[in-house]
């Protein structure tokens, strides 16, 4: 079972940037995919984008543009860069490898 950490989150005004760290307890390079999936007060957890071994990466609709995942295979690190921050980006973050182990999540609050 992979251990996931993350950091990085906080408070951030509308039009503001945060980068999401996730931290493996094992190499990156065992992991098929990872990925980075969001859930809000009375919604359900989405993904918001995903990276694979190979370094294809996948965007949810609402983020393309303006979210970027990104690894650091030395480190074995996973980054999520956020530009752009909207309102309805605010919710917890989570850390996810191989859609089995999951990270206990940060919050990302977006507010003026």
């Known amino acids: 079972q992979v251990q996931l950490v993350e950091s990085g989150g906080g408070l951030v005004q509308p039009g503001g940037s945060l980068r999401l760290s996730c931290a493996t307890s094992?190499?990156?390079?065992?992991?098929?995919?990872m990925g980075w999936y969001r859930q809000a007060p009375g919604k359900q957890r989405e993904m918001v984008a995903t990276?694979?071994?190979?370094?294809?990466?996948m965007y949810a609709d609402s983020v393309k543009g303006r979210f970027t995942i990104y690894r650091n295979n030395a480190w074995n690190m996973v980054y999520l860069q956020m530009n752009s921050l909207k309102r309805e980006d605010a919710a917890v973050y989570c850390c996810?490898?191989?859609?089995?182990?999951w990270g206990q999540g940060i919050q990302v609050t977006v507010s003026s």
């Open positions: 094992e190499s990156i390079f065992n992991i098929y995919i």
């Open positions: 990276i694979s071994k190979g370094g294809t990466t």
């Open positions: 996810d490898a191989n859609y089995n182990d």
